[in-house]
């Protein structure tokens, strides 16, 4: 008799019996996510703990992430990709358009768009990338699987799921100095914070004020260009 594998997928689903997936798929990403900080735990972790007995915290959360780990690491460099999080979001996750994660094929195809010049490489290295709208971060690691150069990734979102997601995918996938920025949908000027990605020492470091942020500074570049080229259109 064949045992089925088990995968990242079926443990959420079975800890989820009796739970909202959704709910239990972000608390791992807030315990996750917190397990790795530097400097502080996100507000939400201790509310997240409230939501489980001891014994399932000590069960559910490693156990989850023993094989989120498992998984990242096999299939990294494959085909496919090796966004875990973000397929399990966008199986069992409802959602709209909105909020739809481009397939890693789709991914590929958009970062043919990304071929700078030697003379911008010489000017500019490592190149940063920036993703506005980077859901669960899959274009940028398809850029950094895709072509053999060094990358310093700047994701830009408002939805705190993306947020985490996106920020866990850099940093289990080993993209130093890359940044996640979390920003206000209703107001571009607004910062939330952002998550820093280190490897020397290792672990994730959320910053709370735009001064330290470079996904801000070029998240504004982006805004005042994007600006420019609608007043030029007109």
Known sequence: MTTKKETFESLMLEFATNR???????????????????????????????????????????????RLMIEITERHGSENGN??????????????????I????????????????????????????????????RIMLATAGKNNMRYEFLGVEYDFDFIMMATLNLFFNFHNKSEVLWIDQSNDKAFKESYHISILPMGIVRNLDPKNSRAWDHYQLYLQTKKAVMQSLR
């Open 83 to 100: 966004d875990v999080l973000g397929e399990f979001y966008e199986a069992h996750i409802p959602t709209n358009d909105e909020k739809k």
């Open 102 to 137: 481009l397939s890693w094929k789709e991914s590929l195809k958009t970062i043919e768009l990304l071929k700078p010049d030697k003379e911008i490489i010489a000017k500019h290295w490592p190149i940063a990338v920036l993703d506005v709208g980077c859901r669960s971060g």
């Open 20 to 66: 909202n997936v959704h709910q239990l798929f972000r608390d791992y990403l807030i315990v996750t996510l917190s397990a790795f900080m530097h400097n502080q735990s996100i507000p939400l972790t201790m509310e997240t703990y409230s939501r489980y007995s001891d014994s399932e915290i000590k069960k559910i959360f490693p156990e989850l992430l023993h």
